[in-house]
């Protein structure tokens, strides 16, 4: 019964393993501050995020993370795919930047719920970060503790996101009326552009080295 107890150390290793990876700006990450920013389905945005991370934490704890260190193939083609909507997702950002108005930035800025459940699933699930980091990272720095005391990790990872993802969106929406201005508008639009284009040239140069 008492190997079965949540144990505080272990826990506490898996909230700041969860934070470093999580905390990094990324695809993820700077669209849930564009949506905070623009108020526009933030909450939802973070809950989806947070039930993602859920998942793929548990996968990964789970064992999952072997499995795609074990095939290069699945490595590639996460790799591509992610490289290449990254790529178009950060080319529409600049392409917003840079005809930036008022109207056009209310206009291009607000999603439907549905698109913004499209959004969120895509910038995480086809980020191959999410599982060259989340899922192998994760499932590895858990395998070193005893079957039992996983659970420890998970949890602590997992709280570490749902504090990430809600605090940032809040966060985000908090700052929004300072943060509204057509130029602001301009430069986070160009920040997140410049930022999914060099996640997407990392993953381009780590498929090369894949092949």
Same mark, same amino acid.
């Given at each position: 019964?008492?190997?079965?107890?949540?144990?505080?150390?272990? @826990?506490?290793?898996?909230?700041?393993?969860?934070?470093?990876?999580?905390?990094?700006?990324?695809?993820?990450?700077?669209?849930?501050?564009?949506?905070? /920013?623009?108020?526009?389905?933030?909450?939802?945005? +973070?809950?989806?995020?947070?039930?993602? =991370?859920?998942?793929?934490?548990?996968?990964?704890?789970?064992?999952?993370?072997?499995? /795609?260190?074990?095939?290069?193939?699945? %490595?590639?083609?996460?790799?591509?795919?992610?490289?290449?909507?990254?790529?178009?997702?950060?080319?529409?950002?600049? %392409?917003?930047?840079?005809?930036?108005?008022?109207?056009?930035?209310?206009?291009?800025?607000?999603?439907?719920?549905? $698109?913004?459940?499209?959004?969120?699933?895509?910038?995480?699930?086809?980020?191959?970060?999410?599982?060259? =980091?989340?899922?192998?990272? $994760?499932?590895?720095?858990?395998?070193? @503790?005893?079957?039992?005391?996983?659970?420890?990790?998970?949890?602590?990872?997992?709280?570490?996101?749902?504090?990430?993802?809600?605090?940032? +969106?809040?966060?985000?929406?908090?700052?929004?009326? %300072?943060? %509204?201005?057509?130029?602001?508008?301009?430069?986070? =639009?160009?920040?997140?552009?410049?930022?999914?284009?060099?996640?997407?040239?990392?993953?381009?140069?780590?498929?090369?080295?894949?092949?």
């Amino acid at each position: 019964m008492e190997k079965r107890m949540l144990n505080a150390a272990i @826990y506490l290793q898996g909230m700041l393993v969860g934070a470093s990876l999580i905390m990094p700006i990324g695809a993820q990450n700077a669209f849930v501050l564009e949506r905070g /920013i623009r108020r526009n389905h933030a909450m939802l945005v +973070a809950g989806l995020c947070f039930l993602a =991370d859920t998942l793929l934490i548990a996968l990964g704890v789970g064992g999952a993370g072997k499995m /795609i260190a074990g095939s290069v193939t699945l %490595q590639l083609v996460l790799t591509v795919g992610g490289a290449a909507f990254l790529l178009r997702y950060g080319w529409s950002s600049l %392409q917003r930047a840079w005809r930036a108005t008022t109207s056009s930035l209310a206009e291009k800025g607000t999603m439907s719920r549905i $698109q913004a459940v499209g959004m969120t699933l895509a910038v995480t699930l086809l980020n191959p970060h999410v599982y060259l =980091d989340t899922v192998m990272i $994760q499932g590895a720095v858990a395998g070193q @503790y005893p079957r039992t005391q996983q659970l420890s990790f998970a949890l602590g990872s997992i709280s570490a996101s749902l504090l990430w993802f809600f605090g940032l +969106a809040l966060l985000a929406s908090w700052l929004a009326p %300072q943060l %509204q201005r057509v130029r602001v508008q301009q430069c986070i =639009d160009a920040g997140v552009g410049c930022i999914m284009w060099l996640i997407a040239l990392g993953l381009l140069r780590h498929g090369v080295s894949l092949v």
